[in-house]
């Protein structure tokens, strides 16, 4: 596995690498069979060091945590211990309601776009309705089953995802509604 640990601004020292890596490979390759790589990335956040990780599996799943303490070995320990918590989920889900996969996730390209918010209009009419673009970058769309989805979304911690659903050959979006439960759009 390839590690890629790195601080904002704070300096990472090889003892804290070497931890990072020892630690996080063994949680890894406990709940994870192939894992590709590891981002590690410690910042602060005025008293307290933050912690972020993010570990892509070669089923092409992605799991993310983040941690805050005041110490910075207390936030690596916080951010291993959920990560390890999310890899016991999602192996345990597998086992139980997914079929193995034999080959990676397949990944299609796609534009992604940050537009601007009209705050700072106010009850005047714009000048265009064309949305100003803040950035544009590119992302990629997973092929799968909608129970791969909703692990992958919630895996990611994020309230949407785009996917190609691999059984109707078309895109669908879960997301996680205001309610607690999930939300399929199958177009």
Not at 12 to 26: M, P, S
Not at 40 to 58: I, K, M, N, P, Q
Request: charged share 25%.
């Amino acid at each position: 596995m390839r590690y890629q640990i790195s601080g904002k601004q704070i300096d990472i020292g090889a003892a804290l690498q070497t931890h990072v890596q020892t630690e996080l490979g063994e949680v890894v390759g406990k709940y994870a069979q192939r894992p590709t790589d590891a981002n590690v990335v410690f910042s602060r956040s005025a008293h307290e060091y933050v912690c972020e990780t993010t570990v892509h599996l070669s089923t092409g799943l992605t799991a993310q945590a983040k941690a805050h303490a005041t110490e910075i070995y207390a936030a690596f320990e916080g951010c291993c211990d959920k990560m390890e918590t999310q890899l016991r989920r999602y192996k345990r889900r597998l086992k139980d309601h997914h079929k193995d996969r034999s080959e990676p996730v397949e990944l299609f390209g796609a534009s992604s776009y940050i537009l601007a918010s009209d705050e700072s209009e106010t009850a005047d009419e714009p000048d265009t309705l064309q949305p100003m673009i803040v950035a544009e970058m590119e992302t990629k769309i997973p092929s799968l089953s909608v129970g791969e989805a909703v692990m992958q979304m919630e895996l990611a911690g994020a309230p949407v995802l785009v996917f190609r659903n691999e059984n109707k050959d078309g895109l669908n979006v879960v997301y996680r509604r205001e309610d607690g439960n999930i939300g399929w759009i199958d177009p």
